[in-house]
């Protein structure tokens, strides 16, 4: 054996224990909810739920001087509307969000306008009931939203993309990644538990009101017993029925 072929021997020996240790190297581990994924917009929705209810909650003390629940499920302090509201205007302004703020504006402002809107039309059609009503203020469409909250939408939307989102993202990004996905896993089933119940609950309302149907199923007589009249009415106080 010549000393060329015992110098490539070793050589090739190196080769592998570097290969081995390199392969031996832990992995670093992708942070939780990193990027714009579902991981992270359920989180955003999460957050605005809560926010928004605390929202309305000191917005009907200070304007009312009374303290009225201000919920949008039959379970938990928790109102949708500013939920998909955080998620949509987030889905929408992220690839601007270094912008020129009027744009920014602009758009957020459009996107929560028409979002009130269908919100206040879908409602209306699927319950035969509105939260609210803005046909006594200047420059309001068809009662559902008006030229001043188009404006606080493209106001919000500003700070919320500039200001408040990028240490919220940050935030659930620090979170544990297996902790993360068991509580996004295990509060995802409750949200639409509790969204079908607060539909049924609704539904039966209607039913027995404008019907005056008693239950037929079992389902019906539990929203009956759990749910009467008087705890929706306690739960929804802004809600009113309709004219069709």
Known sequence: MTKIDIFC???KKELTNIKHIINQEPQIERPFALGMC???????????NIVGCIVETIWCIATTQTFQMRVGLVIG?????YGVGAVLITVSLYKIMHKNDILIFICSGLIGGIFEYLCSWLQEIIFHTVSWDYSDTPFNFNGRTN?????CWGFLGLIWIRLIYPHISQMIERI???VGKTLTGILTAFFIFDILLSVTAQIRKNIRNEFHQPPKTVIGEFMDIVFPDEVLNFLFPNM???DK
């Not at 917009?41 to 605005?48: A, D």
């Not at 302090?77 to 509307?81: E, Q, R």
């Not at 030229?147 to 404006?151: A, P």
Request: a positive charge; aromatic letters at 24%; charged letters at 15%.
């Open 176 to 178: 544990p990644r297996a």
């Open 77 to 81: 302090p928790f109102i949708p509307i």
């Open 240 to 242: 009113t029925p309709t």
């Open 38 to 48: 579902y991981d992270k917009l359920f989180w955003l929705f999460f957050i605005g």
């Open 147 to 151: 030229l001043m909250f188009i404006l």
């Open 9 to 11: 021997i070793i050589k």
